[in-house]
């Protein structure tokens, strides 16, 4: 992957890429130009020849190395890489849903995309469809009775509590609502542990989608998105993201080229860090329930699920604490190291309070049937020296 797309003496033997900071490529001849728009129109390329550069809301030469880059992590055709995680998510919608289709979504969902599927699709006329957490394959399709599924959407692991969902048992469903002139697509975001511990594509998925801004930035200092997937199901939303130019700019791409050369050991750190944050806080006199994908056994359904589906825990942990909204606040007003902010996958440790913060949005009823209650705390672990976090953990658990 690290040296994928490119080579030194394409641009004076400069070992990194170098950016491409220009909104518009100059046509050798009238005629050049021409072509070039037709095969951004969809004509068939002469063999051996590939589409030109035009304006880099249709393509710029850092972002098609980044994109190229992050196909290899998942062996998938193509990728495209977006402004941001939510711009990745609603180009993709709008690429493959029409009025009229509904979209069978899991439940909790990242708060953004929660506001996405449940108000906005809507008024789009667009149907959003819960599937519940623990279904059977039936009841799945039952969902599907006189509705015209366009999408099965699945956030796994959950945001923020970590619970995972079966990517191929969605698969079988959308295999079986095929009506031979469609299929719904398997559409998974998959910021929280991949590419490096979970790969959908593996298991079934059309689209593999991130927030780049988590994990594959990886440093807290930037905002994108990223979609990787199969040429069909890619295909429609490379369209929509050139009309509605929700794509990333050069030097945003260039900050995601350079994380990516280490997501794998920021990644395996933070995990390891996070196993043993984890492992702390289940034996903690305070603490009710550690939500933390290395600490499932044998004999959980969601083990068995983990085993099949995942490459590693990651290092999201969700934490609830013995009382409420006041424990919480008091945990989290406490912290040192690890700072009160939103988002994750970061090299920093990052604690929030999602009842009140990331998921304020969503319906109170859905969040208290998604666990997601007051005494939740979401840990994000970064890849710091797990001694300093596992005393700052110690030292604001002793104040709750
Ligand atoms: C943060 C996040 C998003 C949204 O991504 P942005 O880059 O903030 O737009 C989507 N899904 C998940 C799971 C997230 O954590």
Known sequence: MMGYGYRPEWSEGALKPPIFQTSTFVFSSAAEGKRFFELAHGADPEPGERPGLIYSRLNNPGIEIVEDRLCVWERADRA????????????????????????????????????????????FGIEPVEIPAATT??????????????????????????????IALAR?????????????????????????????????????????????????????????????????????????????????????????????????????????????LAGHPKVQTVRYLGLLREGDPQYDLYRRQCLGPGSVIAVELDGGEDEAYRFLDHLGLIHLAVSLGG?????????????????????????????????AIGVEHVDDLLADISKALAEV
């Not at 692991?157 to 079966?166: E, G, V, Y």
């Open 172 to 280: 079988r469903v959308a295999d079986r609502l095929d009506d031979g002139d469609r299929r719904p697509l398997v559409v998974v975001d998959n910021t929280f542990l991949g590419p490096v511990f979970q790969r959908p594509l593996d298991h079934g998925a059309d689209l593999s989608l991130y927030s780049a801004t988590k994990y594959l930035g990886g440093h807290s200092d930037l905002i994108a998105g990223a979609v990787v997937g199969t040429t069909e199901a890619i295909e429609p939303i490379a369209g929509m993201r050139t009309f509605l130019g929700t794509m990333l700019d050069p030097w945003t791409a260039w900050l995601l080229m350079r994380s990516l050369e280490t997501l794998d050991l920021r990644m395996h750190r933070a995990a390891d860090n996070a196993m043993r944050v984890a492992e702390m």
């Open 80 to 123: 495209l890489t977006f402004a941001s995680g939510m711009a990745a998510i609603a180009t993709t919608l709008l690429a493959h849903l029409r009025p009229g289709d509904t979209i069978l979504h899991t439940s909790p969902v990242y708060g953004g995309t929660d506001h996405v599927i449940r108000r906005i699709l809507p008024e």
């Open 137 to 166: 394959e039936e009841r799945f399709v039952a969902l599907a009775r006189d509705r015209r599924v366009g999408m099965i959407y699945i956030e796994t692991p959950a945001n923020p509590t970590n619970r995972l969902f079966d």
């Open 347 to 379: 090299t920093e440790s990052l604690a929030e309070h999602p009842a009140t913060m990331t998921h304020a949005g969503v319906d109170p009823a859905v969040r208290e049937a998604d666990g997601v209650t007051a005494g939740l705390v979401r840990l």
